[in-house]
């Protein structure tokens, strides 16, 4: 299988054509799945699914070494409204390759890819390599990466494939979304009856707007509260027996969810439920050779406020792929084919520092 970079850019952007023209939205990506199915049977790599997860080991997997996970998703978003072009129409002009998931994350996912297959053959590596094409990544569904794990086998680090212009997203921010509800005694608002579920929400709001969490994060800092929805009260004369609210929480690296939730049910006196704690920041030490492989080639490192994949594995990783967060879910999605190219090499050299 050995081949040159070169052909494997090749195959690389023509896989990513392939990919843009089957609509693949979260939860119905079987006909992306299928054609990567065929892609590793084609290149006699042994490879496996669950659901709509790919994935496939490094030829000479030992397992007594340690494991790299190369992760991305082939799930998209529907197209938005602002659409000029075909969103399933793989479409080149002046050096942009459009289509519906080419930024996000085809580029990423070809790349990797093609830097898997750089490796698949060769013996005596430092570590087993596992390339995994997850689902569900858009919706942060329980039947992606947080499903395929489980069966891939221990990991002991991950890149995660997500455009980042190739600098380095060393940690990300998490998410809790809380839905909260004040609990009054409803009574006629022209006597001095009732006790206001508004006002008791009003207070806890004003927490959640004022109250600073002790440690901040450096890569990502403070842990951001935003009270979102409000709904309280049933007509004019009734004082409110219920006012209920939604908190979008972003964690960060310095705290795990369930540390955040404890604190926030420490200062309020309300209920607080969390919707799910399962998506956590994530973070990796600067000094870990995967980030100073990706220093080594020139690239910087931050703090990511925007979720991914990160989130669900349990494992250090590093945010990092061609192609621009700014475009994503944009109309008219594009990547430029020098970012495949760009990609590619980025990918073979980050590893090739650590194996």
């Known amino acids: 299988m050995s081949k040159s970079v ?22 119905e990506e079987n006909d992306t799945a299928d054609l990567l199915c065929r892609f590793f049977h084609e290149r006699d790599v042994a490879y496996e699914r669950l659901g709509n997860n790919v994935w496939a080991y490094n030829k000479y997997r030992d397992d007594s070494k340690p494991s790299i996970l190369l992760n991305s998703h082939h799930d998209t978003v529907k197209p938005n409204s602002g659409y000029t ?21 085809g580029g990423c996912l070809v790349s990797l890819i093609a830097a898997f ?3 698949y053959e060769q013996e005596n590596l430092r570590y087993n390599i596992c390339l995994l094409a997850s689902a569900e990544e858009e919706i942060s569904g329980k039947n992606g ?3 395929a794990i489980k069966h891939i086998g221990v990991m002991d680090f991950a890149v995660v494939g997500e455009p980042t212009l190739l600098q380095m ?7 809790m979304v809380l839905d909260c509800e004040a609990v009054g ?5 022209a006597r001095e009856e009732g006790e206001n579920a508004i006002y008791k929400a009003m207070e806890a709001i004003n927490w959640f707007r004022t109250f600073q969490f002790p440690k901040v994060s450096s890569h990502l800092g403070p842990v951001k509260m935003s009270v979102t929805v409000v709904n309280g009260g049933t007509q004019h004369n009734v004082v409110p027996a219920s006012c209920t609210f939604v908190v979008d929480v972003r964690t960060t690296d310095v705290y795990n969810n369930q540390e955040v939730l404890d604190i ?9 439920t969390p919707r799910s704690t399962r998506l956590n920041p994530s973070t990796i030490e600067l000094d870990h050779p995967i980030v100073q492989s990706g220093i080594s080639l020139g690239a910087r490192t931050f703090g990511s406020p925007t979720m991914s994949d990160q989130a669900l594995l349990p494992v250090p990783s590093v945010k990092v792929g ?3 967060s700014a475009r994503s879910h944009s109309a008219d999605e594009y990547i430029f084919l020098t970012e495949i190219e760009q990609g590619v090499a980025f990918y073979i050299d980050l590893l090739g520092n650590v194996l």
């Open 6 to 27: 070169a052909d494997l850019i090749e195959e690389a952007t023509s896989l990513l054509k392939q990919l843009i023209a089957l609509p693949s939205f979260s939860k």
């Open 85 to 105: 072009k075909d969103p399933f129409v793989p479409t080149v002009t002046e050096g942009k390759l459009y289509g519906l998931g080419s930024n996000d994350a």
């Open 117 to 119: 297959l750089y490796y």
């Open 145 to 147: 990466v947080e499903a």
């Open 169 to 175: 997203g060393v940690a990300e921010k998490g998410l």
């Open 185 to 189: 005694i409803a009574g006629h608002a």
């Open 264 to 272: 926030i049910k420490q200062h309020v006196f309300i209920k607080v």
């Open 322 to 324: 061609p192609g621009d």
